[in-house]
């Protein structure tokens, strides 16, 4: 067989490390081993009964065919109403683009902004795909480090040294992941002033924003001037246990949705008209079931952390809102591929290297507590165990 001529931008393009090692792991399973998952990034709630009923009768009605690309103008309608009402701005249904997840905003909005030599700025230890789209695209990626002793928040400092004349959009990221970490006011407010100042866009990725237990979520379109020159990525994923309904959008403006919309034309079409239709019924119906299933994310992280922290050479973070803990395992091996892979292989345990998120990622591994609690405390007596035999195994 001849070789694939592939294009060389392919050689650039990333990947997400979770579904490799979920693939592995259900393997694992298929050989008989117990396994317990805490590596994928999804609420393991069912999507509530009023939102599935809502797609079943818009099927019924017939929301079975093409949409305009950015979206049926009604759910349009419901996400500019959520947005303004959430995030203090108005926001007309023409500044909202409708995609098939919140993954497209994210490539969509780099290929729009971002040319050759252009730098983004972005968090590391971060999502993956951020780094593989500004590298696709051909722009320069600029790792912006996320520290431990800063609760892995945005230090505008750090922040304002990276910027130069060449940067394009910084990508922001709040409640984070992997790191579960949340700005505080008044960062989102200096990184404002360095945006403002430096004319950069921003790519605020706000898809955790409703599941945040000790603090409040400021998006930075909300500040005075940054509404023009932010992207909101959001979507009805993690708040509603929504992943395989695929159901995004962006807020911008307007002649920047054109043209994200344009995208959408050339690539997806339109998202399916019936998961519309059930986001609209999410965002307009009862929000009780966001509400019950943040408290069960808060009871599940405080036993994950305070178990984490109990366990001799691990120590983590309290993280402020998302459903990850990402504990720092340096005294027990910074080679956290090679740890996170015993932690499956011999204990049946699911997580990932901290280095799926970035170099700056090395010496964590991150674990998702959207697992019920008794299996989160058997993982967590699992690695119990596993962190001795590791040891005595490895010799560090």
Known sequence: MEPLPLARRMEVLGTET?????VKAKNLEAQGKHVIHLEIGEPDFDTPEHIKEAAIKALREGYTHYTPAAGLPQAREAIAEY????????VDPSEVVITPGAKPIMFFTILALVESGDEVIYPNPGFPIYESMIRFVGGTPVPLLLREENDFR???EELRRLVSPRTKLLILNSPHNPCGSVLTRKDVEAIAEIASHHRFFILSDEIYSRIIYDAEHVSIASLPGMKERTIILDGFSK????TGWRLG????RQDLAARIAQLMVNSNSCTAAFTQIAGITALRGPQDCVAEM?????RRRDVIVEGLNRIAGITCRLPGGAFYAFPNVK???????????YLLTEAGVACLSGTAFGEYGRGYIRLSYANSIENIQEALRRIEEAVRTYRARIKV
């Open 18 to 22: 979770a579904f490799e090692v979920l």
């Open 83 to 90: 947005i303004s009402r959430t995030r203090g701005i108005p």
């Open 154 to 156: 945005v230090d505008p």
């Open 239 to 242: 708040t509603y246990a929504m």
């Open 249 to 252: 959008y962006g807020v911008m």
């Open 294 to 298: 943040v408290a069960e994310f808060r």
């Open 331 to 341: 005294a027990i091996d910074s080679d956290t591929n090679r740890f996170s892979d």
